[in-house]
């Protein structure tokens, strides 16, 4: 009994190399491997701080955001801009799609006005793939984040991170804590941590913010966070949506910060020497105490660097042909 | 009319009959099984050497599209693809726009369908106003009309005193309603099945639950009011046992499945195919293996294409946008007989689910072929391998999640009330 062909994975080339960033969902370690060391080439090892290099000279990177994210999109830009790349920066939301142009359409446009790359913000999953299908075969894609689906180089900057501070991936334990069923973050976390042969990944969140069959992606699912985060080398906190506090899946944002929010007594439960990562913005207070947030174990502020980083890596690697 | 259907194996699920046989039609009914009438001069002899003759087939859901949907389809275009798929009844949901929910309707439609070529055209009419769940149509009317049952289409049915009230007032006619079991308020947001694919893609999903909990109600309404219900589309299999135990109890109830349920799971939504976006959608693997028990084991009564044809524009949207539904009448026999050939059941008894089964739910008189009965057949090649594309589908709708594969077993003359609407 056959099911239907799958195309092939729209993310690699027929040689097996980088065309667009649009899931870490079954990219081969070998490219995650690629992508975090082209990153760490970024980095100036004595300063820590990002090299302004000129490897896209001539290269037009088009963010296009049908959802709004000044963070995101600040990153991108800044990265794009290191590699010496001309950017456009576009707020969809705004403007065609609610003149009635389909996602399709604008992109067509986008692509005549001689665009290389680009980086797509979406709240359907799949846009990206959508669009990875559509373009012509020079234009490369990077999903900046497509519904609750993916955020790869939110995934990838973890991963430069934990790797940076934790050694190896396959040497670590690691929880991600709060609302899995709504984050495109968790999965790309989830995919990375596994493909890079992390033994132990947790997700530790009430039912109603867990997908069922959860198991199926390769992790442990724990329901209380002190069991969830005992003994591991890192806690991935989740942002917990506003929209989300009150309602049928939780019942207040003051129960959820007493069951699942990371406090100093909390965090006890972990290695001592654990590290706290968080993709902002962050609410202090909800999932996350103040206390912890501004503590000597987060390295919140050393992700964004690193964002920076390992986004110039991803363009390069599509664009700059492959270095 | 006349014709001579020459040495095609005639196959009516029925009555069992599988033998090599000439059949003489004329005046719209079969005249001659193996033997013509006296002094029969055909006005046309077709050579079904090689072919199946069987029974034209019978779809318990085919969308037209008209009134109101022009840009997907037209009634000329999908009676047209319909004729193409070896059917020659069909019933069509009241999921129009406006629904049909107005004997005006019902006679516009009727009475546009009989002057084209195609299929015989059995309205569902819309359970209440609108669909909209509140006011109840005038089932008597409709009937009158030519509706032979009554439905609310895909759309929810949130209250339960309306929903006790529609079996009642059908109970009174003796009206049968068909009700596809989905939540009001489970999975209201979801697009796939709440499975593996949906947990890792970060779809929108839709429990088992979502119809289990609307199927138990139905059952316990059904069992207070004694009305005629058949169950349009399951999914699951938890769904599909909670059947098969009513059916046990002898409650007065038959269901059926999309086809492409029969042979797909939600492993095939996991490249974001929007072709693949079905409602119900595809659940898991062992869902789908439960789907093909209850066929085998005659928990489910038929097989219908939920024919779905939706334009380009409509598809080409990120998965949870896109518009669900894949084109169906053209798919139908060669998918049965693909499920048979997997499931290793004899074409006589697949056959049955897509003609005298359906046409038992929709108590019409087709289905069957026998001397005296309607001279409705489909002529169809078994061996015939084809490919699907755009191009090889008459039906507007080209959304199939078969785009691009091959199948087995291809129509090549439909005959409806004796007339040969269709040839390849």
Known sequence: MMSLRMTPNPQLTEDGRLRHLLTLDGLPARILHQILDTAESFINADTGEVKKVPLLRGVAIFNIFFENSTRTRTTFEIAAKRLSADVVNLNIGTSSQSKGETLLDTVDNLAAMQANMFVVRHSAAGAAHLIARHVAPHIRVVNAGDGRAAHPTQGLLDMYTLRHFKGPIHNLRVAIVGDVLHSRVARSQIHALTTLGCPEVRVVAPRTLLPRDMQSMGVHVYERLEEGIRGVDAVLMLRLQNERMQGARLPSAGEYYKRWGLTPEKLKYARPDAIVLHPGPMNRGVEIDSEVADGKQAVILPQVTYGIAVRMAVMSLLAGGQT | ?424
Request: proline residues 8%.
């Open chain 2, 1 to 424: 009319m006349k014709v001579h259907i020459r040495n095609g194996r005639v196959i009516d699920p029925a009555s069992g009959l599988d033998q090599t046989r000439d059949i003489f039609v004329a005046a719209g009914h079969v005249v001659g099984l193996g033997q013509g009438p006296d002094g029969f001069h055909p006005n046309q002899v077709i050579d079904a050497t090689g072919l199946v003759v069987c029974p034209g087939l019978v779809d318990l859901a085919v969308r037209l599209r008209e009134p109101g949907g022009e840009h997907m389809a037209t009634l000329e275009s999908e009676m047209h693809a319909a004729a193409a798929g070896g059917i020659t009844s069909l019933a069509c949901p009241p999921d129009t726009d406006p629904p049909l929910d107005e004997p005006g309707l019902i006679e516009m439609l009727k009475f546009r369908a009989k002057h084209m070529p195609g299929p015989r055209v059995y309205p569902v009419g819309a359970l209440t106003w609108k669909l909209q769940g509140e006011r109840l149509t005038e089932l008597a009317e409709l009937n009158e009309a030519g509706c032979i049952a009554f439905s609310q289409a895909d759309a929810r049915l949130e209250n339960t005193e309306v929903l006790l009230r529609a079996l009642e007032y059908a109970r009174t006619f003796d009206l049968p309603v068909w009700l596809h079991p989905q939540d009001a308020f489970i999975g209201r947001n979801g697009v796939a099945h709440d499975g593996v694919v949906a947990a890792r893609l970060g779809l929108p999903a839709i429990p088992v639950p979502a119809e289990t909990v609307a199927l138990s109600t139905i059952l316990l309404l059904v069992r207070e009011t004694g009305a005629r219900v058949h169950l349009a589309r399951l999914s699951s299999r938890a769904g599909m046992e909670m059947v098969r135990r009513a059916k046990h109890d002898g409650l007065p109830v038959t269901c059926d499945v999309g086809i492409h349920h029969v042979h797909l799971s939600e492993m095939d939504t996991a490249d974001f195919n929007a072709n693949c976006h079905l409602v119900p959608p595809l659940r898991s693997l062992r869902d789908r293996d439960a789907l093909r028990q209850g066929l085998l084991d005659g928990t489910i009564d038929a097989i219908c294409s939920d024919h779905a044809p939706v334009d380009e524009d409509a598809k080409q949207l990120p998965f949870q946008e896109s518009e669900p539904g894949a084109t169906g009448v053209e798919l139908l026999l060669p998918l049965t007989l693909k499920w048979a050939r997997e499931a290793g059941l004899p074409m006589v008894e697949a056959l049955g689910l897509i003609t005298h089964r359906p046409a038992e739910i929709l108590g019409i008189p087709a289905g069957y072929l026998r001397l005296g009965g309607p001279a409705d057949l489909c002529l169809f090649d078994p061996e015939a391998a084809w490919t699907v594309t755009p191009a090889s589908l008459a039906s507007l709708g080209k959304n199939s999640p078969y785009l691009g594969l091959e199948l087995q077993g291809r129509v090549r003359y439909t005959l409806i009330d004796g007339h040969l609407d269709f040839k390849r």
